[in-house]
């Protein structure tokens, strides 16, 4: 099916006082989509075999990628109900799962399925969504979100996460036979959480880690939530277990607290490592008490990967998740004091995949012909007032087809 958008505003260029930008330059456009990619942007399209679609002038932004979620273990679609004090930290939390995780099984796949629509209508047409196995629950979630994300195959894709959220060794070595066999089952990542915290043998971990993801050729997505120097060790195991496997997957770090702490010269080791050896990190913008945002841009800048998930939307580890990349980009800017048309539209790309319709130096990068055709029809004149503002989305775009669209009242710059 051809898509035909018409009257699409696209960024085409900044405006400079010196070497200053003070705004975004845009054009009105048509857009022809066939077979999911752009094919063709012009002033004016005729496409009498295609379905046509006024945009009214609304700007044209890639969509967004959830790239850390949960959507195996979630309140979302239930009832409200705040978590407990975590009294004994992260234990405090296994503990409940032995529990509320059988519990919910029977809810498990309605909220899935509501947590998915939810990223869709907030302009999502990737998820990454790690899923617990671990003794309680064994494979049991990795069934049901396997089957619940083959239903939108057709819209977004999405990678799955085997994540052993109670740990690796400290469940004795049968384990482990679980977990291949969640691997088995179609997981592109193999997960871990805090290994000197929960299973006291950092090496040990990581090397049964990266062996199962040599083994079953999947990437590798852990959850690094220490501080400091023992946060910085840690990654450095990471980096060192990388460079002696020559291993080529993608190592992921999410959260990495310890990068928000780090000496200077210690951070610039580490992040120089980082990126010589493709290690990506994925944070939710934290803003609780301590140093605990990382220095996104910096990193970036030093040439590491650093894109944005929500975590949880609500279940019993938090209450405050809100599934909208806008808002979490609006946060975003806000934490480190971005109120520059360029360093606010720049931050799009931590929740695009890298993507930004104006590179650094202006230059209109997206679209172009051939692109996947994943985009986001927004009330907005640029992106830096998408995020500054928090523009609404009307309508998401999933390779050439509208997967969900909604009236707005529309108030371009004036919103």
Known sequence: MALLLKNVRLETGYLYDQSFVTATETKIVDILIENGKFVEISTTIEANDAVVVDAKE???????????????????????KAPSPATEGIFTRFKEEATILPKQLDVAAERAHAMVKHYIKNGHTHIRTHVNVD???????????????????????????????????????????????????GATHIGGVDPALVDRNSREVLKTTFQLAEKYDVAIDIHLHEQNTLGALEIQHILNEIQQRSFKMEVTLSHAYALADLPQQTLDNLL??????????????????????????????????????HDSLIDHWSPFGS????????????????????????SLKYATGGLTPLNEDGEQQWPKVGDVANALLVDAVSSAHLIARQCPLSTVISKGNIIHEEEIELKGEFR
């Not at 980082?274 to 996104?296: D, E, F, K, Q």
């Open 58 to 80: 609304q700007l044209l932004v890639p969509s967004f990628k959830e790239m850390h979620t949960h959507i195996d273990k979630t309140y979302f679609g239930g009832e409200w």
């Open 135 to 185: 003794p309680h629950i064994e494979t049991k979630h990795m069934e049901i979100v396997k089957h619940v994300l083959e239903s939108y195959q057709d819209q977004v894709t999405y990678e799955i996460v085997a994540f052993p959220q109670h740990g690796i060794l400290r469940n004795g070595p049968e384990f482990l036979t679980i977990l291949e066999k969640a691997l088995q089952m």
């Open 272 to 309: 120089d490592q980082m990126a010589a050896n493709n290690v990506s990190v994925t944070t939710t913008v934290p803003i609780g008490i301590g140093p605990i945002t990382i220095p996104v841009k910096y990193m970036y800048d030093r040439g590491v990967k650093v894109s944005f998930g």
């Open 323 to 346: 599934g909208d990349t806008i808002h979490k980009l609006n946060q975003f800017v806000q934490r480190f004091s971005y109120i520059d048309e360029w360093h606010i539209g720049q």
